[in-house]
């Protein structure tokens, strides 16, 4: 029962909460926007709208857009470099996780030396100590995926050696988030399902975490059970203001598990896939693990009660089995239709899982200590197998 509650984000949550941004108190008169390389912020005009807002708030603009869907070290240095000399006072990042996270990263190497990889731990980081404070960060979803605006996690690739590795500490999570559920409204039917089981897994894998808590716990629950009620409705219909909403309530409930609890080893493997296919979105790999990966645990009986609550939870209210999760787990993935995930269409080979498998203990290591059961490579190297297609 002991554990540490620690969110200092404040978080404006709703319909319209964008045009709240300029009656906040900012942290600062310059702000650099990190956003992706893509055209939907500009299409769907969120970037006008943001730089409106910090306009009439007296914020003047840089502008920093060429984040990738998984972000990549390249891109940090760029951005920090560019904050720094700008003289910016402030980050925003716009747009969904890759934004936020490089928003987060960007703002820890614009106030210290060296490079990103320094301050990493694991892999080939050096875990070394940062001496400054990032500058602050805001964060303006536009997806209900990641949680991000929640938590201070922050994942980059370093693209020479394939390693996509987690950071973050109390210095990065954002000081202000927005999350505006119309924001979301313009995400296509397959991305909203990523982004939804995304935001599932971080629920369920905090939920079976070792270091889960009360806390955690029910917020866990509560984004599962909004997940299950409200990602299928937004997929089928993207304008659903009542699903969209729900989820993205979800969404930052998930960021705030991240906060109070963990992931699991299921988010060492996905991140393995993407590092050496970035083409791959994050929440697709982790649905073509998905199924392998909590049927080891179920029918490893390492936590039968917690799977038993989650599947009720899915909305399986008559669960009694811990494959139950399992059964709940694919009947949402079919109603969102994601059921048929191929990693083979991503150009992942059955020949370089092993290869997958170690990657994902040299680098995240550390989730694997707070699975309910341990893992072997050898029953990753399974996983994968069964996931295979």
């Known amino acids: 029962m002991n554990f540490t509650y ?58 920093f857009d060429r ?6 070290k ?38 210290n030396e060296g490079d990103y990889w320094d301050y990493i731990a694991g892999g080939t980081g050096k875990a070394q100590v940062p001496q400054n404070r990032p500058l602050p960060v805001i964060a303006i979803t536009t997806t209900a995926g990641t949680g991000s605006e929640a938590d201070p996690w922050t994942v980059i690739t370093k693209e020479e050696t394939n390693e996509k590795i987690g950071f973050g500490y109390d210095d990065t999570f ?40 009360p806390v955690s716990d029910a917020l866990s629950l509560k984004a599962i059970e909004l997940i299950g009620k409200h990602l299928p409705s937004a997929v089928r219909n993207g304008k659903d203001m009542a699903a969209r909403e729900g989820m993205a309530i979800a969404n930052t409930l998930s960021g705030m598990v991240e906060s109070t609890s963990s992931c699991l080893s299921e988010h060492s493997l996905e991140h393995a896939l993407s590092a050496y296919h970035p083409d791959l979105p994050h929440g697709a790999g982790l649905i073509m693990i998905s199924q392998a990966y909590y049927t080891h645990f179920a029918q490893a009986h390492a936590c039968d009660s917690r799977l038993i609550d989650m599947a009720r939870a899915l909305g399986k209210k008559d669960a009694t089995h811990p494959m139950d999760f399992v059964i709940a787990l694919v009947q949402l993935q079919v109603a969102c239709g994601v ?21 994902a203990r040299d680098t995240m290591g550390d989730l694997f200590l707070l699975d309910p059961i341990a893992l072997s490579e050898e029953d990753c190297i399974a996983i994968y197998e069964q996931s295979y297609r």
Not at 345 to 354: K, V
Request: charged share 20%; aromatic share 6%.
């Open 6 to 63: 620690y969110i200092p984000t404040r978080i404006l949550f709703g319909r319209g909460a964008l045009n709240e941004l300029h009656t906040q108190k900012l942290p600062g008169k310059k702000a650099m926007i990190v956003t992706t390389a893509g055209k939907s912020i500009r299409k769907y005009g969120y970037l006008d709208r943001v730089s409106e807002e910090l306009a009439k708030a007296g914020v003047s603009i840089v502008l």
């Open 67 to 72: 984040i990738q869907p998984n972000p990549v």
């Open 74 to 111: 390249q891109h940090v240095m760029e951005g920090a470099e560019l904050a720094r000399r700008k003289q910016c006072d402030f980050i925003v990042g716009l747009g969904g996780g890759s934004s936020i996270d490089s928003a987060k990263s960007i703002a820890l190497m614009a106030t």
């Open 174 to 213: 954002p000081v202000l988030s927005i999350v505006d559920p119309e924001l979301m409204a313009s995400v296509p039917p397959s991305l909203t399902a990523f982004q939804g089981f995304d935001a599932l897994f971080h629920s369920t894998e905090g939920y079976l975490a070792q270091c889960a808590n």
């Open 339 to 359: 059921d048929n995930l191929k990693m083979s269409d991503y150009g992942i080979r059955r020949e370089d899982l092993p290869v997958m498998a170690k990657n």
